[in-house]
């Protein structure tokens, strides 16, 4: 089993910076690939960034160059670093992790993971 906790969520001001963390716990190795979707209220759940087991990085394009993933594997944690936050960005983040499924694994689909947190707020008031 896998166990995620996400942490750092609140409430910032739009052009502001908010810093989330996922810690794994269980049978979660450093060659899984751990990403980050975000719901907000009436929307389905969307595809933020992950980065797999080589430090590779991949972006939405509404985020790219104002959020960056990163991890640090001694402590089995992901994080994202939130820049330039826009209202549009409220919802709530949710991390995600799972053993990599080959090439034809597509990681931009909430279904491809199997194991999830339970999800933090992030507010951006305009």
């Known amino acids: 089993q896998v166990q995620l906790v996400e942490s750092g969520g609140g409430l910032v001001q739009a052009g502001g910076s908010l810093r989330l963390s996922c810690a794994a716990s269980?049978?979660?190795?450093?060659?899984?690939?751990m990403g980050w979707f975000r719901q907000a209220p009436g929307k389905e759940r969307e595809f933020v960034a992950v980065i797999n087991w080589s430090g590779i990085t991949y972006y939405a394009d509404s985020v790219k160059g104002r959020f960056t993933i990163s991890r640090e594997y001694a402590k089995k944690t992901v994080y994202l670093q939130m820049d330039s936050l826009k209202a549009e960005d409220t919802a709530v983040y949710y991390c995600?992790?799972?053993?990599?499924?080959?090439?034809?694994?597509?990681?931009?689909?909430?279904?491809?993971?199997?194991?999830w947190g339970q999800g933090t707020q992030v507010t951006v008031s305009s």
């Open positions: 269980g049978r979660i190795f450093n060659n899984d690939w």
């Open positions: 995600a992790a799972d053993h990599y499924q080959g090439s034809n694994w597509n990681f931009a689909m909430p279904g491809e993971y199997a194991y």
